[in-house]
Every structure is written in C-alpha cells, then in structure tokens.
C-alpha cells in the first residue's frame, strides 16, 4: 500500500508549506539529545493507554513525513511510517526501523529532521515492541521536532492537545507502571488503527475490524522494513 495524507493532514496545509525555520547542527543536537525536553507534554502523553501511545507517536512522525514531502522525496520515509503503524497491531513485524545517525545532513534544514525523525521512528518501535514503559519520552521528541518544522506552531499545539485530550478520554492509562522492571505488558489493552488518528483520537475508527483492514493492505515484498 502506498501511505496517502490523511484528512487532516491536507486541511493543514503543511504539504508545501515553505521552510522558515531555523536549522543548524546545535538546534538539531538540541532537538535530539536534550533531556526532559517537556515534562507536561510528557505528562499528558502518558496518561494514555499504551497502544494509544504508540499510536500517537505514530501520528507525530507521519505529520513530520507530510511537512516535508514537499522539499524531498519521501518514498523511504513513507514504508518506514507504514512499517511503523503496522508494528501496532504486531510490534514486531517491523524489526529494521532502527537507524543511526551520521555526521552527513547536519545542517541541512529539510534531510537532518527527516533523519532524526527515522531515528525516533527507530527508537519507538522497539519500545513499543519491548513494552518499555518510557515510551513516552521517545513522542515527546518526536513532538518536539515536529513543533520546531511546523509551518505554524500554534496550530500544531492545538492539533496535538487535541488528539492527546481525546485519546485520554477515549483510552485512558489504567494501569500502573513497575518502575522497578520497568516493562509493562500490554496485550489485554484494546486494538488501535492509523484512522483513530485524525484531528482528534476517533475511538470508532480504532477498532479490530480497522487493525485488520489495514494490516490486509501491507505488501511485504514492496517494504523492506517489514518482516516477510
């Protein structure tokens, strides 16, 4: 299947939007390897259900494929996003997401967040798929990068509140974490789909019978990043 936008993707308006923001390899270090970058987004993130989570960190990286579609070609990034919403439903159907980071593209205003969104990609997947119970530090990231590309950040910062108080309201986090194993097993918690992600968390779209119809639509010979 090859990823489209979906409905609120196109009414942002971020698919061409042109580059204004500053970039340099001290904002892209800043971006990446700060810590505690947003104790209350991170506080709003994880307040919901695991699956949720994943999804939202989902959501995020896609948003960032889509802002930069425009400026670079973005066939790689769209199987690595596939793969990574295809890890929901099976989290380790996806093992090759990781990537590593290079000195090349440092300041490159458009490669380098990409890359750094792969990197997160990489990261949330094998928390996800491992049930670490920090998963949420990986989106804050991820969210992070996203606001500093965003051709407008208060609209990013409504569209993202939005989709967190939804998503917590519709799948709250009802367990507790063990902070001394700190692996928390999530296969009781209900089935989530890429549609449920919108401009809100749409629970009716987040059901089995959407997990399956997307997972029907995977080619496994057409995506590297997806186990055969």
Do not use: C
């Not at 991170?42 to 960032?64: L, N, P, Q, S």
């Not at 579609?69 to 159907?93: F, I, K, M, N």
Request: proline content about 7%; charged content about 25%.
């Amino acid at each position: 299947m090859s990823l489209t936008p979906l409905p609120h993707i196109n009414a942002a308006g971020i698919i061409g939007a042109p580059i204004q923001y500053r970039w340099d390899r001290a904002i892209g270090l800043k971006l990446y390897a700060d810590k505690d970058q947003n104790p209350r987004l991170y506080t709003a993130v994880d307040k919901v259900d695991f699956r949720a989570k994943m999804g939202i960190g989902m959501a995020i990286t896609e948003w960032v494929v889509w802002r930069l579609s425009a400026q670079t070609d973005v066939t790689d990034a769209l199987l690595r996003v596939e793969a990574g919403w295809a890890t929901l439903a099976r989290p380790h159907l996806a093992p090759k997401l990781r990537y590593k980071l290079t000195a090349d593209h440092e300041a490159d205003p458009v490669l380098r967040p990409l890359e750094q969104a792969f990197t997160n990609l990489g990261a949330l997947a094998h928390r996800y798929a491992t049930g670490d119970i920090y998963l949420a530090e990986i989106i804050v990231r991820q969210a992070t990068l996203a606001r500093h590309i965003a051709p407008s950040p208060p609209a990013y910062d409504q569209w993202l509140s939005e989709l967190l108080r939804t998503a917590a309201a519709a799948r709250p986090r009802g367990d507790e974490y063990d902070e001394d194993d700190e692996v928390f097993d999530y296969a009781h918690e209900a089935p989530v789909a890429r549609d449920a992600f919108g401009s809100i968390f749409d629970p009716a779209l987040a059901s089995a019978a959407h997990q399956d119809a997307f997972l029907q639509t995977l080619d496994t010979a057409a995506n590297p990043y997806l186990e055969h």
